[in-house]
Nanobody, 127 residues
């Protein structure tokens, strides 16, 4: 599986961005998809995950209520809608995938549990 993230950019605090991640392959609907981010000088951290087909979701507390993860299996694409952006959301955002047909939970907050990673897309939030 190859993943390609896009949609990053420069936005003012309080604004919105939507990230997209397109996956290659024909079994996209069998994969849990996750978004992670890495800010300068910090470790990569979990943002959100979505299950393969039922669409159950899991969020980091820092983005809950502001970010929404969704997927369109017909387009092999997972999205991250980011609203009410804050300066601390500035980071490189990565999408990741792992084959699993079930609900998501805390297990999918760990980057070591994902098999495939895309290149990141930069999100910069300015004041």
């Amino acid at each position: 599986v190859q993943l390609q993230a896009s949609g990053g950019g420069l936005v003012q605090a309080g604004g919105s961005l939507r990230l997209s991640c397109v996956a290659s392959g024909r079994t996209f609907n069998n994969y849990v998809m996750g978004w992670f981010r890495q800010a300068p000088g910090k470790e990569r951290e979990f943002v959100a995950a979505i299950s393969s087909s039922r669409g159950t979701t899991y969020y980091a507390d820092s983005v809950k209520g502001r970010f929404t993860i969704s997927r369109d299996n017909a387009k092999n694409t997972v999205y991250l809608q980011m609203n009410s952006l804050k300066l601390e959301d500035t980071a490189v955002y990565y999408c990741a995938a792992v084959p699993y047909y079930g609900s998501v939970n805390y297990y999918y907050t760990r980057e070591s549990n994902y098999l495939y990673w895309g290149r990141g897309t930069q999100v910069t939030v300015s004041s």
